[in-house]
């Protein structure tokens, strides 16, 4: 951002009797100390007659001095000054032609700080550099803003000046929101249609730029799937159905297995009340006090590229974020919609525990569900019409976590095509190619679809793909200029954090064109089973596909001290390399808790880190990232002949 100041102008007033005109000179002055010694210089050339008021700043080195010129020369202000002995002028701060100094401001996000002194200590490195007029660093903001003469001092000056010595960086510079394109009066900046984790993200990215913001929700209530039907519930009933699954299955001799007392109906409604506390914290108090957002509930469908309406009313904006997410995709079977279904929408609020749940499907939110279910004491009866479970992972994957699911007892059916469904009394029957499966409850988790169909899109202009999602660019441009679309209505990888990154991109793009994209390389994920799987990067399909000559390397959990110890060897930590370029290019795990080890090998890949440099990092002992070390090694050695700590 450039602010044109006008603090040195060369003024022109009257002096207090009203006749001479006054002149104005900046001084750059050596040999100040501390504040005293600017006071002490105000004072002794105050004194002068004909000085009319005189403003030295100690930190800047820097005094400006108006006087009357008919009454007072600027060499005698000059010789004052270094007749005190310890100070001397340096130089006049010229002005320019004009009368006017152009100044220029600039903000920048500073990483490295871990405290108040990290900020003084970034000011004090400019103090006395000639061309910075003023500067303000704040540790808890992350964030330093300088006001300097570009003549004397450029920005990347500046930068180098504070990234100086390897503690502090600067990540990117701020823009201020002066040169921001806004709306015409009577329309909004910003109209989000959706109200989940991408629209929330937008939403508070648009509220920083000073935008006005129209949100437009309904379906789900304010927050979207993550909070209210997915993420939230889902992950705090998988770990109330581990203490169950771990109380009861002890692998230490000296601990015995217990049946703990389960309460279903309890466990929902906690579930319920967790879930309504974290929308209102996180969703509903965040845009709570924002007095630029305006939510509206109603669904929203385009009348023009300009134009939404909303329960019969009309509402204009300048740019659009289109952010209305995914719902479960309902196969067409027959009986289904007779014998009726539940979703992730629908069973998470069930308080009556259901006997027998048939899942159809096997992705990760079927298995997820599967499990925590099967571990309340439901009995699951997977049915799935592909060859394996999570048939987008890799086989050695998919196979080991089905034994697991196998071992624990949940009813695992491949290859299965379902004829029909019908009813027996208050049962529900599948007809299927495998025969007839009788259950209390079908749950469908066959895959989603994006919420695009009731948009009107088409009067919009937007183009979709065959599967309904909104193309964008890795800007999150849609093909229409002024609209933009994140999240899962999207055709970009479906989760939350990628959805929150979208959307703010989104905004950074429409209104600031500050260009800048999402890169999904090194993507961590994780599906939350147990053992769980999770990945980052390539794996060997990916590879293949992108021409890599590739190398793997597989790490059992029988040989990682952790899990040793843990007397749950269960899974294996799998690294993917460039065999070329030594470089990690991905990683799968199958372990308890092996989510954990996502971002590791995430950053690892991010940063270009070769296989070498991580068989060669310090792993801390008995933690299950020590995993990946020794997956490392073993690219060149065998497991067998490793010693404890190996390195
Ligand atoms: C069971 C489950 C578990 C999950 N677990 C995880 C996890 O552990 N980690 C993870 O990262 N991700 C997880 N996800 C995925 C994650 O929840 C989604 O990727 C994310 O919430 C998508 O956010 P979004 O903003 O794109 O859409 P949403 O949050 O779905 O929000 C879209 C909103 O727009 C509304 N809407 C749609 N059309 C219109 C219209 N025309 N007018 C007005 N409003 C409209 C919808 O009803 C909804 O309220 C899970 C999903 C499910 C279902």
């Given at each position: 951002m450039v602010k044109l100041r006008n603090i040195f102008s060369a003024k022109s007033t009257k002096t207090s009797e009203g006749q001479n005109d006054l002149s104005e000179v900046v001084l750059e002055i050596e040999?100040?100390?501390?504040?005293?010694?600017?006071?002490?210089?105000?004072?002794?050339?105050?004194?002068?007659?004909?000085?009319?008021?005189?403003?030295?700043?100690?930190?800047?080195?820097?005094?400006?001095?108006?006087?009357?010129?008919?009454?007072?020369?600027?060499?005698?202000?000059?010789?004052?000054?270094?007749?005190?002995?310890?100070?001397?002028?340096?130089?006049?701060?010229?002005?320019?032609?004009?009368?006017?100094?152009?100044?220029?401001?600039?903000?920048?996000?500073?990483?490295?700080?871990t405290c108040d002194h990290c900020a003084t200590s970034i000011e004090k490195r400019f103090e006395g550099h000639e061309g910075m007029v003023s500067k303000s660093v704040s540790y808890p903001d992350e964030k330093g803003t300088f006001t300097f003469n570009p003549d004397k001092i450029s920005r990347q000056e500046i930068i180098e000046t504070i990234n100086k010595g390897g503690n502090y960086k600067v990540q990117k510079e701020i823009e201020g929101n002066g040169n921001l394109e806004r709306a015409a009066p009577g329309q909004y900046d910003l109209i989000i249609i959706g109200g989940g984790s991408a629209a929330f993200s937008a939403s508070t990215t648009a509220a920083d730029l000073g935008l006005s913001v129209l949100m437009v929700n309904a379906g789900l209530d304010i927050g979207g799937t993550c909070v209210n039907v997915g993420c939230v519930p889902s992950k705090?009933?998988?770990?109330?159905?581990?203490?169950?699954?771990?109380?009861?299955?002890?692998?230490?001799?000296?601990?015995?297995?217990?049946?703990?007392?389960?309460?279903?109906?309890?466990?929902?409604?906690?579930?319920?009340?967790?879930?309504?506390?974290?929308?209102?914290?996180?969703?509903?108090?965040?845009?709570?006090?924002?007095?630029?957002?305006?939510?509206?509930?109603?669904?929203a469908k385009f009348?023009?590229?300009?134009?939404?309406?909303?329960?019969?009313?009309?509402?204009?904006?300048?740019?659009?974020?289109?952010?209305?997410?995914?719902?479960?995709?309902?196969?067409?079977?027959?009986?289904?919609?007779?014998?009726?279904?539940?979703?992730?929408?629908?069973?998470?609020?069930?308080?009556?525990?259901?006997?027998?749940?048939?899942?159809?499907?096997?992705?990760?939110?079927?298995?997820?569900?599967a499990q925590a279910y099967h571990r309340f004491g439901t009995k699951v009866t997977i049915l799935h019409r592909s060859e394996r479970l999570l048939r987008t992972q890799a086989a050695d994957i998919t196979d080991d976590l089905t034994a697991h699911f196998i071992d624990e007892g949940i009813d695992v059916h491949t290859n299965v095509s379902i004829q029909k469904f019908e009813k027996n009394g208050d049962a529900i029957v599948a007809h299927t190619n495998e025969g007839t499966f009788e259950a209390s409850h079908v749950l469908v988790a066959t895959g989603t679809r994006p919420n695009t169909n009731g948009l009107a899109i088409e009067n919009a202009g937007v183009q979709l793909n065959k599967t309904g999602h909104i193309l964008v660019n890795n800007k999150q441009e849609t093909n229409v200029g002024h609209i933009y679309a994140a999240g899962d209505c999207t055709d970009?990888?479906?989760?939350?954090?990628?959805?929150?990154?979208?959307?703010?991109?989104?905004?950074?793009?429409?209104?600031?064109?500050?260009?800048?994209?999402?890169?999904?390389?090194?993507?961590?994920?994780?599906?939350?089973?147990?053992?769980?799987?999770?990945?980052?990067?390539?794996?060997?399909?990916?590879?293949?596909?992108?021409?890599?000559?590739?190398?793997?390397?597989?790490?059992?959990?029988?040989?990682?001290?952790?899990?040793?110890?843990a007397l749950d060897t269960r899974g294996f930590i799998k690294l993917i390399r460039n065999s070329e370029t030594d470089k990690l290019i991905g990683g799968r795990i199958i372990a308890p808790e092996g989510g954990e080890l996502a971002m590791q090998i995430s950053l690892a890949i991010k940063a270009g880190m070769t296989i070498q440099e991580l068989a060669d990092a310090f792993h801390p002992y008995l933690t299950l990232s020590e995993g990946v070390k020794l997956a490392a090694i073993t690219f060149n050695k065998d497991v067998s002949e490793l010693s404890c700590c190996a390195s």
């Open positions: 040999g100040m100390t501390c504040d005293h010694c600017a006071t002490g210089i105000e004072k002794k050339v105050g004194q002068l007659a004909g000085t009319a008021s005189q403003k030295v700043n100690y930190p800047e080195g820097k005094g400006i001095f108006s006087y009357d010129p008919e009454k007072v020369s600027k060499k005698e202000i000059v010789d004052t000054i270094n007749g005190m002995g310890n100070y001397s002028v340096k130089k006049e701060v010229p002005a320019s032609s004009n009368g006017q100094k152009t100044e220029e401001e600039v903000t920048f996000s500073i990483s490295g700080m705090h009933l998988i770990r109330a159905a581990e203490q169950i699954h771990r109380a009861q299955h002890s692998p230490f001799n000296g601990v015995s297995g217990i049946n703990p007392s389960f309460d279903f109906k309890k466990t929902i409604q906690q579930k319920k009340a967790l879930v309504a506390a974290l929308q209102k914290k996180k969703y509903l108090d965040v845009v709570g006090d924002l007095e630029n957002i305006t939510i509206l509930e109603g669904w009348v023009d590229a300009h134009t939404i309406e909303v329960d019969g009313k009309q509402y204009k904006g300048m740019k659009f974020l289109l952010a209305t997410g995914a719902t479960t995709k309902i196969p067409d079977m027959p009986g289904l919609e007779d014998v009726g279904y539940l979703t992730n929408e629908t069973l998470f609020d069930l308080e009556e525990q259901p006997k027998h749940l048939i899942v159809l499907g096997a992705g990760y939110i079927a298995l997820e569900i970009t990888p479906a989760f939350v954090y990628t959805a929150a990154k979208e959307g703010k991109v989104a905004v950074l793009n429409a209104f600031k064109s500050t260009g800048d994209t999402v890169d999904y390389t090194g993507l961590p994920w994780v599906v939350f089973t147990d053992p769980q799987i999770a990945g980052a990067g390539m794996d060997e399909k990916e590879a293949e596909e992108a021409g890599i000559p590739y190398e793997t390397s597989v790490m059992p959990l029988t040989e990682v001290p952790r899990a040793q110890a």
